[in-house]
């Protein structure tokens, strides 16, 4: 890793400021993420460090053109390294991080979603998939994230991370059946019957 790069110094962008940048961006986006659920919930329930922001990964030098002059990493384990221009990245690297000059502080994270013709997948789990048509909504101002069911199941871990469960709770009892019984059917394909996560989807069902 670079010892110059400081990971630390984020001031993020807020949903309304991303919209603001990628309102002329030719490819699909959503806002992911822990703000992909407080959109859906049209309030803020907890304080965000960053702000995730997802697209294809088949869209991704679309994205880097659209991002000309500013400073972009890849995030390879460990650490960060510089993404290089027309560098298409495969499985395996599955983000960017983004900030405007190498003096900055970070602004997003970009999230690369892998997809099979008209259809998404989950990486982990490759028989988990939608449509890509149905994995996004938006809000009033036209702010496209994440549908809330997709995102929980992106954060589902078998040792899940505090914030990680509040948005859980703070989502579930606003889904409605069809969402709840997607989430189930597809956190039971990843880790089984014997989960955190399907015993507190059952107390909604």
Request: net charge positive.
């Amino acid at each position: 890793m670079d010892l110059k790069i400081d990971e630390s110094n984020w001031e993020p962008y807020l949903p309304e400021e991303i919209f603001e940048l990628f309102k002329s961006l030719t490819i699909p986006w959503w806002i992911a993420g822990g703000w992909a659920i407080d959109l859906f919930l049209e309030s803020k329930t907890r304080d965000h460090l960053d702000i995730d922001l997802q697209i294809l990964r088949k869209d991704q030098i679309i994205l880097q053109k659209f991002l000309v002059g500013w400073d972009l990493y890849k995030t390879n384990q460990p650490g960060l390294k510089p993404w290089k221009k027309n560098e298409f990245l495969r499985l395996g690297v599955n983000s960017i991080w983004c900030r405007k000059t190498p003096e900055a502080p970070w602004k997003m994270q970009i999230l690369f979603l892998e997809t099979e013709g008209d259809e998404w997948y989950y990486r982990r789990k490759p028989s988990i998939r939608g449509l890509i048509s149905n994995i996004g909504m938006k809000t009033k101002s036209n702010i496209s994230y994440l549908s809330p069911e997709i995102q929980l199941l992106f954060k589902a871990q078998k040792n899940p991370k505090q914030k990680n469960k509040q948005d859980f709770l703070n989502v579930l009892p606003f889904l409605d059946n069809k969402k709840l019984m997607w989430l189930k059917k597809s956190v039971f394909v990843h880790f089984g019957k014997n989960s955190y996560w399907i015993e507190e989807i059952n107390k909604f069902l």
